[in-house]
């Protein structure tokens, strides 16, 4: 009776022992919640688009992970000239989700979490490729704003998880949606940000994109997975929640783009300019400086885009021909009009050359290879550079001498 006592008594804490390591052991193989954060666009120009995260919510951790694939040290040696150049490195960084939310709340953008129906060993697999990811060895990348950004990060790797699914289901489908119409919406709160998009983009950015593509803004993935289903026919998302409500003004709603009232706007310009060009044409040429001036810088800045930097979707961009650096060598003729003297003789031919540039931007809109959906603009400076033309650039009759 004693040695059975004595069994019983060592036996009872191995037990628990053992019942206690089952415990830990279930908790930290239990599978974890995958969710998808999407924050609203801010109002900081680099906020306009948006931003999204994986929210990893692990049984093993206190409270959830938010993977945030969108963060840049500002402070980084060369951080302006790389940016400039298209250089740009962004990182991972996992933090605790109400860290990551408490800054939304502040500046009052919106987020929402889609909780995902994976299977458990796919959302133990993402967890830990976030995990790794995350290291410091590993958080680097090359950002690119269309192809690798913060959301294309968090597209490929729920993807990944899901073994291709994802991009089955979305890159067959497409809505029309370009990069450049999503660019300019977005921007379009911020004029500058939204001018620099329209003109420094060339043809590349207005092929129709997939949704897989369009996913590169944060909303139109969160659309994706909102549509997108698992093989088994359920939906993927499981639960949508919102986390902070949106206090700012709602994105941009989308728009057809029209072209006629650019037409009517170069076409009064450019009437005013031959109508007033034949009788005061120094006043012309007075107003014709700084526009030829806004004209050479941007075409100089387009230029160095398509040849100085790794922004490829500025290259091959047919604005170049509307905002022609040729226009800077007409500022001395332009200069010499406004003080009652005579351009020289090159100055016609600059002008002719300008116009025709223009006219050749035309005819390459009108071409299925590489179309530039940039008719707005040839809308309004083409009638401009024409107009100016011949209100200053065709040869003057001398005056008649005095008898």
Do not use: K
Request: proline residues 9%.
């Amino acid at each position: 009776m004693r040695i059975r006592a004595v069994s019983l008594a060592w036996r009872a804490p191995a037990m628990a022992m053992a019942l206690l390591l089952w415990a830990f052991a279930s908790v930290a193989a239990a599978a974890p919640r995958i969710g998808v954060a999407t924050m609203q666009p801010g109002e900081i120009f680099f906020e306009r688009f948006g931003h999204n995260a994986i929210v990893v919510d692990d049984p093993a951790f206190e409270e959830p992970i938010s993977y945030n694939f969108g963060y840049f040290d500002m402070e980084e040696p060369g951080f302006v000239r790389n940016f400039i150049r298209g250089h740009m490195e962004y990182m991972l960084v996992a933090l605790p989700l109400s860290q990551d939310l408490a800054y939304y709340r502040h500046v009052g953008r919106g987020v929402s979490i889609q909780w995902l129906d994976l299977e458990p060993e796919q959302a133990r697999g993402l967890a830990d490729a976030l995990e790794v990811n995350a290291r410091p060895e590993n958080a680097r990348y090359r950002y690119d704003y269309f192809l690798d950004n913060c959301s294309t990060r968090v597209r490929d790797a729920i993807d990944a998880a899901l073994g291709g699914s994802l991009a089955t289901q979305l890159q067959g489908r497409s809505r029309g949606n370009t990069f450049r119409a999503d660019a300019v919406r977005l921007a379009s709160p911020t004029w500058w940000m939204w001018l620099g998009f329209d003109l420094g983009l060339g043809p590349a950015a207005d092929r129709p994109n997939s949704r897989w593509q369009e996913a590169f803004v944060p909303m139109r993935l969160a659309e994706g997975l909102r549509d997108a289903r698992r093989p088994d026919g359920r939906p993927l998302v499981a639960e949508q929640v919102e986390l902070v409500p949106h206090m700012l003004p709602p994105e941009p709603a989308e728009a057809p783009r029209r072209w006629w009232p650019w037409l009517v706007a170069g076409l009064a310009i450019g009437g005013l300019i031959a109508w007033a060009g034949a009788r005061r044409p120094a006043v012309v040429a007075g107003a014709a400086l700084p526009f030829w001036l806004l004209c050479g810088v941007g075409g100089l800045l387009i230029a160095y885009i398509w040849f100085g930097t790794a922004h490829t979707f500025g290259w091959n961009n047919h604005n170049i021909l509307l905002l022609n650096p040729l226009c800077l060598l007409a500022l001395p003729g332009g200069w010499r009009i406004a003080r009652g003297r005579r351009p020289g003789r090159l100055f016609g031919w600059v002008l002719a050359l300008v116009a025709l540039g223009g006219a050749v931007a035309l005819f390459w809109n009108w071409m299925p290879v590489l179309p530039q959906r940039n008719m707005p603009w040839i809308c309004l400076l083409l009638p401009i550079h024409a107009a100016l033309w011949l209100a200053l650039g065709r040869p003057r009759p001398e005056p008649l001498p005095a008898p």
